[in-house]
């Protein structure tokens, strides 16, 4: 679907770099929102367009856009346009362009809405609190850090949850508010002090680095799988946040540090000692773990007990999927409170009960992270229903409990009754906790003051799906008025998504992720008449070649022995076996042989550099680099087809780092016919070169291709360059830093430059694999000669 006249209107931006991308953006963006969320796209667009910063913040709107809408929710697209109108409306207007491109990281990091919000938040109170003000009043300079800050974001977030974020923010501020060159340096990750905070804060188990294998536990001992959707634990100070399902998937949070507990010998008639997951000893780092027994002298001769967070995670995980397997909901409306916390009690202890039955394993492990209350503890005065519904949990769980109450071991022993009698329901738990709660009942229960302690089980969800309220007008509730607003999807014409690719800075020695956006296009069609034309010209070179390539391709069989089922009888084999037959010894019965040809294991990509240089003339020649680039590539393209290597052809230029064109001539799947001669022959040049993120972009499909040797050829006439960027160092650096990615990928790449200065730079770049060609007339003779020597 092609971009409307009513969409440009919407759009209203008139830079050139913006319509030149605003159709690929846009045909991405259709995969990704509904009708109401493009709207909002486009219009969000036009008003950062307005805000008269210039096309770049454009720019980076319609490509984070999209991936940030999919994964927070379209109701992210406004709050992030209001947000940098607040920006652009101060002197911190320098930093929209590093907070927009901060924004797809944020979300594959915090991966919900709410935490998103909190991101926001947080980078709000770095503005306000690192711009300079005079006697209280805010100046007209902007912050000095906040750039740097939201430059650093990406790779902060990849290394913190957001609660270690805000830890390490809030450091940088209060201890260099009086030096701005030194709070630069500090969030710009160069300082010493910068990097050992990093390291403090980042302890415990981030879910983001272990929600694949979490995922894969889900599907490995439940046949199941689960969205998760994090939380932090770090900006909730009046009510902590516990674990819960619904219909979104499973909210947990964003790390879990380790869990530090002491073994201790359980004495008969005595409760263990008692831990909670909630008290101040709760989940500490290594470097902060000490005794946390009201007895230090005692304690220090208890051996310590540590429970990984992702084993943490995985009790969680598996209590949370008992209750999707076992649970039904429940009406509540008649159930007191009391009531409705002592059903939820018996209903944990039966779908854990249901999958120890299963997996008994894990009863040691919950057991290990359920508090177990001291008996008897809660002061007088208090209510103690908790305390003492959280003692009848724990004496479910663990049949060494040690408790001596008659109710808790009345019920106890109930449960476990209807347990192994078998066929309980959720509804069979509901007449065991009204009962519990009225026999148990105490004038005290009604205290305002209740005793916490010891009654907070961290792997336990809120169970909210397992209650149901009646409300008025359920009974007049239809499905049918419940659509769920659907996707635009398009039929035909559909253009691939930008992949996005990192940048090697030199200056600051780290990537710049996500920095760069290759589009892809399958180059269009011209004459293949062309083509043909071309290779006939130099039929008396074909036939010199052809030679060579007769003594190239593979001649010898290689004999595959000790085979089942074979094409002849391997007779060394077969008379070892009727030997062993004779001594009563099992014989072998892979008695046959086959053959297969000693063939060549290559696949091979040829990256052409289409900039606009390779439009110019050389000296002495009456051709353009382009016409003798399309003679070299067509007669090595025939070459490698008679040799029988997969290969593969692309093209790439670029207009800046927003805009990198990578043009499909030939798949490793398509044969040299007429279709690939038609776009070879259609060949243009045009723009600039960014060489390291289309080489990253050739290698990542190469990369994919079954073969032993993969060969990655570079034909490029200049230097690598663009429009942005000033330093013509930095994107020479990248591409060296992508050639050492490529090596590390099992890929050799080669350069062929037609630069006669070439010799200046390419051996940065590439090493000794380069070659520069002097005579640019015998391009077409050289190049094919020089993959036949690389090949050999």
Same mark, same amino acid.
């Given at each position: 679907?092609?971009?409307?006249?009513?969409?440009?209107?919407?759009?209203?931006?008139?830079?050139?770099?913006?319509?030149?991308?605003?159709?690929?953006?846009?045909?991405?963006?259709?995969?990704?929102?509904?009708?109401?969320?493009?709207?909002?796209?486009?219009?969000?667009?036009?008003?950062?367009?307005?805000?008269?910063?210039?096309?770049?913040?454009?720019?980076?709107?319609?490509?984070?856009?999209?991936?940030?809408?999919?994964?927070?929710?379209?109701?992210?697209?406004?709050?992030?346009?209001?947000? !940098?109108?607040?920006?652009?409306?101060?002197?911190?207007?320098?930093?929209?362009? #590093?907070?927009?491109?901060?924004?797809?990281?944020?979300?594959?990091?915090?991966?919900?809405?709410?935490?998103?919000?909190?991101?926001?938040?947080?980078?709000?109170?770095?503005?306000?609190?690192?711009?300079?003000?005079?006697?209280?009043?805010?100046?007209?300079?902007?912050?000095?850090?906040?750039?740097?800050?939201?430059?650093?974001?990406?790779?902060?977030?990849?290394?913190?949850?957001?609660?270690?974020?805000?830890?390490?923010?809030?450091?940088?501020?209060?201890?260099?508010?009086?030096?701005?060159?030194?709070?630069?340096?500090?969030?710009?990750?160069?300082?010493?002090?910068?990097?050992?905070?990093?390291?403090?804060?980042?302890?415990?188990?981030?879910?983001?680095?272990?929600?694949?294998?979490?995922?894969?536990?889900?599907?490995?001992?439940?046949? !199941?799988?689960?969205?998760?959707?994090?939380?932090?634990?770090?900006?909730?100070?009046?009510?902590?946040?516990?674990?819960?399902?619904?219909?979104?998937?499973?909210?947990?949070?964003?790390?879990?540090?380790?869990?530090?507990?002491?073994?201790?010998?359980?004495?008969?008639?005595?409760?263990?000692?008692?831990?909670?997951?909630?008290?101040?000893?709760?989940?500490?780092?290594?470097?902060?773990?000490?005794?946390?027994?009201?007895?230090?002298?005692?304690?220090?001769?208890?051996?310590?007990?540590?429970?990984?967070?992702?084993?943490?995670?995985?009790?969680?995980?598996?209590?949370?999927?008992?209750?999707?397997?076992?649970?039904? #909901?429940?009406?509540?409306?008649?159930?007191? #409170?009391?009531?409705?916390?002592?059903?939820?009690?018996?209903?944990?202890?039966?779908?854990?009960?249901?999958?120890?039955?299963?997996?008994?394993?894990?009863?040691?492990?919950?057991?290990?992270?359920?508090?177990?209350?001291?008996?008897?503890?809660?002061?007088?005065?208090?209510?103690?229903?908790?305390?003492?519904?959280?003692?009848?949990?724990?004496?479910?769980?663990?049949?060494?409990?040690?408790?001596?109450?008659?109710?808790?071991?009345?019920?106890?022993?109930?449960?476990?009754?209807?347990?192994?009698?078998?066929?309980?329901?959720?509804?069979?738990?509901?007449?065991?906790?009204?009962?519990?709660?009225?026999? !148990?009942?105490?004038?005290?229960?009604?205290?305002?003051?209740?005793?916490?302690?010891? !009654?907070?089980?961290?792997?336990?969800?809120?169970?909210?799906?397992? /209650?149901?309220?009646?409300?008025?007008?359920?009974?007049?509730?239809?499905?049918?008025?419940?659509?769920?607003?659907?996707?635009?999807?398009?039929?035909?014409?559909?253009?691939?998504?930008?992949?996005?690719?990192?940048? /090697?800075?030199?200056?600051?020695?780290?990537?710049?992720?996500?920095?760069?956006?290759?589009?892809?296009?399958?180059?269009?069609?011209?004459?293949?008449?062309?083509?043909?034309?071309?290779?006939?010209?130099?039929?008396?070179?074909?036939?010199?070649?052809?030679?060579?390539?007769?003594?190239?391709?593979?001649?010898?069989?290689?004999?595959?022995?000790?085979?089942?089922?074979?094409?002849?009888?391997?007779?060394?084999?077969?008379?070892?076996?009727?030997?062993?037959?004779?001594?009563?010894?099992?014989?072998?019965?892979?008695?046959?042989?086959?053959?297969?040809?000693?063939?060549?294991?290559?696949?091979?990509?040829?990256?052409?550099?289409?900039?606009?240089?390779?439009?110019?003339?050389?000296?002495?020649?009456?051709?353009?680099?382009?016409?003798?680039?399309?003679?070299?590539?067509?007669?090595?393209?025939?070459?490698?087809?008679?040799?029988?290597?997969?290969?593969?052809?692309?093209?790439?230029?670029?207009?800046?780092?927003?805009?990198?064109?990578?043009?499909?001539?030939?798949?490793?799947?398509?044969?040299?016919?007429?279709?690939?001669?038609?776009?070879?022959?259609?060949?243009?040049?045009?723009?600039?070169?960014?060489?390291?993120?289309?080489?990253?972009?050739?290698?990542?499909?190469?990369?994919?291709?079954?073969?032993?040797?993969?060969?990655?050829?570079?034909?490029?006439?200049?230097?690598?360059?663009?429009?942005?960027?000033?330093?013509?160092?930095?994107?020479?650096?990248?591409?060296?830093?992508?050639?050492?990615?490529?090596?590390?990928?099992?890929?050799?790449?080669?350069?062929?430059?037609?630069?006669?200065?070439?010799?200046?730079?390419?051996?940065?770049?590439?090493?000794?694999?380069?070659?520069?060609?002097?005579?640019?007339?015998?391009?077409?003779?050289?190049?094919?000669?020089?993959?036949?020597?690389?090949?050999?």
């Amino acid at each position: 679907m092609t971009v409307t006249q009513s969409e440009r209107d919407a759009l209203g931006c008139g830079f050139a770099q913006v319509q030149g991308v605003f159709d690929d953006c846009l045909a991405y963006a259709r995969g990704k929102l509904s009708a109401e969320g493009i709207k909002a796209y486009i219009e969000g667009a036009g008003i950062i367009c307005k805000m008269g910063r210039g096309a770049e913040p454009v720019l980076l709107f319609l490509e984070e856009m999209p991936q940030v809408a999919e994964q927070l929710g379209e109701a992210v697209i406004p709050e992030v346009v209001a947000f !940098t109108r607040k920006l652009a409306r101060s002197p911190n207007s320098p930093a929209i362009a #590093p907070f927009l491109q901060s924004l797809a990281a944020a979300a594959r990091s915090l991966e919900s809405h709410e935490l998103f919000n909190e991101y926001l938040n947080l980078v709000m109170q770095t503005l306000e609190r690192t711009t300079p003000t005079v006697h209280g009043i805010d100046s007209m300079y902007g912050s000095t850090c906040l750039p740097d800050f939201l430059k650093s974001v990406p790779f902060l977030l990849s290394q913190l949850a957001l609660g270690g974020l805000k830890n390490w923010v809030e450091y940088g501020i209060k201890s260099y508010a009086n030096d701005p060159d030194r709070q630069r340096d500090y969030f710009l990750l160069q300082s010493a002090d910068s990097r050992a905070v990093l390291q403090r804060e980042r302890h415990g188990t981030l879910l983001v680095d272990h929600e694949r294998k979490l995922d894969l536990y889900l599907r490995g001992l439940w046949a !199941t799988e689960a969205r998760f959707a994090p939380y932090s634990l770090a900006f909730d100070t009046l009510r902590k946040p516990v674990p819960y399902l619904d219909h979104l998937g499973i909210h947990l949070p964003d790390v879990y540090d380790d869990f530090v507990l002491p073994s201790s010998t359980v004495v008969p008639g005595q409760c263990r000692s008692g831990f909670s997951p909630t008290s101040r000893h709760e989940y500490r780092p290594a470097s902060t773990r000490g005794s946390w027994a009201k007895d230090e002298d005692k304690q220090t001769s208890l051996e310590k007990t540590v429970i990984p967070g992702i084993n943490r995670y995985r009790a969680l995980l598996a209590h949370v999927h008992a209750h999707r397997l076992w649970t039904t #909901p429940l009406q509540a409306d008649n159930l007191s #409170p009391f009531q409705r916390l002592a059903i939820e009690i018996f209903e944990d202890a039966r779908v854990e009960y249901l999958a120890m039955s299963v997996y008994p394993g894990l009863r040691a492990l919950w057991a290990a992270l359920h508090p177990a209350p001291v008996e008897g503890s809660c002061p007088e005065g208090w209510s103690g229903l908790r305390h003492r519904l959280f003692t009848l949990s724990r004496a479910l769980l663990d049949p060494q409990h040690g408790y001596s109450h008659p109710a808790i071991l009345k019920y106890a022993a109930l449960f476990h009754a209807a347990m192994e009698a078998g066929n309980t329901t959720s509804d069979s738990m509901i007449e065991l906790g009204v009962s519990f709660i009225a026999e !148990t009942r105490v004038p005290s229960d009604f205290s305002a003051k209740v005793y916490f302690a010891d !009654t907070e089980v961290g792997y336990r969800d809120d169970n909210r799906l397992m /209650w149901k309220f009646f409300e008025e007008g359920d009974e007049e509730e239809t499905s049918s008025q419940k659509v769920k607003p659907q996707r635009i999807e398009e039929a035909g014409n559909e253009k691939l998504p930008p992949r996005l690719y990192p940048e /090697w800075d030199y200056l600051d020695q780290h990537y710049r992720p996500d920095w760069v956006s290759v589009y892809e296009h399958l180059h269009r069609s011209g004459d293949a008449g062309r083509i043909d034309r071309l290779l006939a010209k130099h039929s008396a070179l074909a036939k010199q070649l052809k030679k060579i390539i007769d003594l190239l391709k593979p001649q010898h069989k290689v004999r595959i022995r000790y085979q089942e089922e074979g094409t002849e009888l391997d007779l060394d084999i077969a008379i070892r076996s009727l030997i062993d037959f004779k001594c009563g010894i099992t014989p072998d019965t892979r008695i046959n042989m086959s053959h297969r040809s000693d063939g060549r294991s290559i696949a091979v990509s040829l990256l052409l550099d289409l900039s606009a240089s390779l439009g110019d003339v050389p000296g002495g020649c009456t051709q353009s680099k382009l016409e003798l680039s399309q003679e070299a590539v067509s007669l090595l393209a025939w070459a490698i087809e008679e040799m029988g290597d997969p290969f593969a052809i692309g093209g790439f230029h670029s207009n800046t780092r927003h805009e990198v064109r990578y043009f499909h001539f030939k798949g490793y799947q398509e044969r040299w016919d007429s279709r690939v001669k038609e776009r070879l022959a259609a060949m243009e040049a045009g723009y600039s070169t960014r060489m390291g993120a289309a080489m990253r972009h050739a290698g990542h499909y190469l990369a994919h291709q079954q073969a032993d040797k993969k060969l990655l050829l570079v034909l490029t006439d200049g230097e690598p360059s663009d429009i942005d960027t000033q330093d013509p160092r930095h994107l020479a650096e990248d591409a060296r830093v992508a050639v050492r990615e490529l090596g590390q990928k099992g890929i050799y790449p080669y350069c062929i430059s037609l630069d006669p200065k070439a010799d200046e730079y390419v051996a940065g770049i590439f090493g000794n694999r380069h070659t520069v060609v002097d005579n640019i007339r015998r391009l077409p003779e050289q190049m094919t000669k020089l993959f036949l020597a690389l090949t050999r």
